[in-house]
Each structure stands twice: as C-alpha cells, then as structure tokens.
C-alpha cells in the first residue's frame, strides 16, 4: 500500500508547510498538499480559506497577496509555501506529490505550474468532480481522483464519469465490497486519514492500494512489520 503524508505530516509538524513536508517524505510514497489562489493569483498551500486556524493572520486567503500571505507565521516559523516552492523541494528529493483542488475555476493555473515543473508521480484529487474532470483535461496524463465524505450512491460510476483513476473515501465510507468494484473497474482506491494500528490493519485487510495519514512514519514502521493485515491474530 502506497503511504500518503496527509498535508505533508500534519500530526508531527504544522500543516501544509515545508518543515511538514519534509516529515513527511522521510517515510511517505508521496505527500499532499491543499492548494488556494491568493488575490494575485498564485498558488499557495493551505487547507483553510481562511488564515484564523493555521497562521496567526486573519481572513480569507483570497484578499491576500502571496507577498502580504508570506509575512504570515504558518506554526514553528514557518511560511505558507506557494507551489513553486513545494515543487522545487519535492523534485529535489524524487517523492511524488498529491494535489487537492480546494476551489474550482483554479485548475488551469495550477495544470500551468505543474507542466513546468513534474514531480515524479503527480496526483490530482478534488471534492468537486468538475475539478477532477477539468484537471484530467488539462493534464491527462496525469492521475486524477474524486474525494468524498458523504455516502454516495455511485462513487465509481461519478468517478469514471469524471475520468478520474482513483476514489478516495473517508475511511468510514467504504466496504471490502467498494473496494473490489473499484479496482475491478480499474480505479485504486485511497483511504483518509488513518492515525491509529487499527485502522492501518482494516486499510490491509481491505485491500485498499493506498492511504493518507498524519504520521507518515508511524504508518511504515506498522506496514513493515510481518503480517500488518493481522491475519495471524485473527486465527484465520
């Protein structure tokens, strides 16, 4: 199963920044980050559309210039980083990159800078499927996936609607029964975020492809152990 550092390495190193980051490739197959515009139009890295939760400025991020975002204090004196500078520490280290599509009509912007700098494997996922579907158009040779939290009736049918090559659920929305159809049908499947044994073991015994988490090196050392599905302790 492919680890996933979900906003780098959000539980050990403040979200989104490069220090977390750089947690995260220590142990992660890639890291994710959230991506927003700022009011001149570039892209930066951060869940929120506001500043209150992660930085100690206020507002939304959208009525900030990335010059006035970069005065900001983003935890442990770090800065929001803006896409260029987590592609340029990403390739320098060979790890792939996730990219979640927070707001749409952004797409071509961020396929832009994404076509002048790849990282190694690149994915692309959004809440919204018309993000999804812009983004497979812009880049389609580039992996793309639909995230979801509610139920849904069809995820994989509105994901091949969409074009998309992966699903991601939350990890309390999906079934071993999902997760076949998914992977028969040619998607992966993702699971976020998992942070605890037991939900690294029923991600293995799943059989999912891949997940996100907030302690990349937490979710190795359990994958490296023998039998991380836990089949022997079942008795089976």
Partial sequence: MLIIGHRGARGLEPENT???LRRGIECADLVEV???LTRDGI????????????????GPVQDYTVEELKRLDAGEGETIPTLREVLDLVCDRGTGLVVEIKEPGTEAIIASMLMDQMPDRLILVSFHPESVERAKKLLPGVQTGLIYSKEIGDPIGLARQVQADIILPRWDRVSREVVEQAQEAGLLVFLWTLNTQEKFREAARLGVDGFATDDPCAARRYLQMPDPAGISQTGS
Avoid: E, S
């Avoid at 892209?43 to 206020?58: F, N, S, Y």
């Fill in 18 to 20: 490069l220090r977390a």
């Fill in 34 to 36: 959230d991506l927003r």
């Fill in 43 to 58: 892209p930066v890295a951060i869940h929120d559309a506001t500043l209150d939760r992660t930085t100690d400025g206020t």
